[in-house]
């Protein structure tokens, strides 16, 4: 168990949702404070995106953060080399990768990588559970937890395969579109995805994707062990966001969380 499981496990069992917030490698000169304002302000962890030039994934939000970055000369490297000397102290790191990125380089050295860097765990969303295998094993032997996404359209028996193949958590990819979507009409719809992956995993289960209010942050809660938000952050830092500003917006997303009840 690496330390993207044990925090959120123990934020579980103590009956409290998780936070899980993002931010853009290299998006600014000042990104790794907009890390450090995330995690002072109250999330259990933080995704980090690596840029990439095709982010099949993502919404127009992280699209152009994703482009902003790589318009700045933000590479893995760099971020890499930022990041370890930033000091986040105990909350755990999430590297978001695509699947060119880390095959490209090698994945077990990739995964050595972002481990020395000082992350605790990886998320690659363009990778099926079916042809991760070599993945999740290099994950496990740098001490990274590899977490993988169900969607609205996984049938059950493949969410029980993937509930047990996961690390860190369960990623709950809420509705089928890009990162950042979100419609009021669907809420109902995303809290059914969710309660079947509650269902099968014995890991806490997160629900990503359009989570872009408090108010949606704190109804999302009561259906799962906790959110992550991202598109809504980013929007804001693309819009010129300092960090107390973000600091501010998660310590609302925090504060929404810990008063919903399940």
């Keep these: 168990m690496a330390a993207v499981e044990t925090a959120l496990s123990q934020a579980r069992a103590a009956g409290r949702p998780s936070l899980v917030t993002y931010v853009t490698g290299g998006i600014r000169d000042d990104w790794t404070d907009l890390l450090a304002a995330m995690i002072g302000a109250g999330a259990d962890a933080v995704e980090i995106g690596l840029p990439f030039s095709d982010p099949m994934l993502d ?94 359209a996984t049938p059950q028996e ?49 629900i990503g994707f359009g989570i872009d209010t408090p108010g949606r942050a704190a109804a999302a809660a009561r259906h799962a062990d906790g959110v992550i938000v991202a598109s809504a952050l980013m929007r804001r830092v693309l819009d010129g966001a300092t960090s107390t500003d973000i600091a501010r917006a998660v310590a609302d997303l925090r504060t929404a969380v810990d008063g919903a009840r399940r």
């Design 59 to 152: 919404g127009p939000t992280i699209q152009q953060a994703s482009s902003t970055a790589i318009g700045r000369g933000a590479n893995t490297a760099a971020i890499l080399a930022e990041l370890h000397d930033a000091g986040t102290g105990d909350v755990p790191l999430i590297a978001l990768a695509y699947a060119n990125q880390a095959c490209g380089r090698g994945i077990d050295a990739y995964c050595h990588e972002l481990a020395d860097a000082g992350f605790s765990g990886m998320i690659i969303p363009d990778l099926p559970v079916a042809e991760a295998g070599d993945y999740l094993d290099a994950a496990s032997e740098a001490g990274l937890d590899a977490t993988l996404m169900v969607t609205p």
């Design 158 to 206: 493949q969410i029980q395969v993937i509930a047990g193949r996961t690390r860190g958590f369960l990623y709950v990819m809420s509705v089928m579109a890009t990162t950042g979507s979100a419609n009021e009409r669907d809420d109902a719809r995303r809290w059914a995805v969710a309660a079947r992956a509650v269902r099968h995993s014995p890991l806490p289960v997160l």
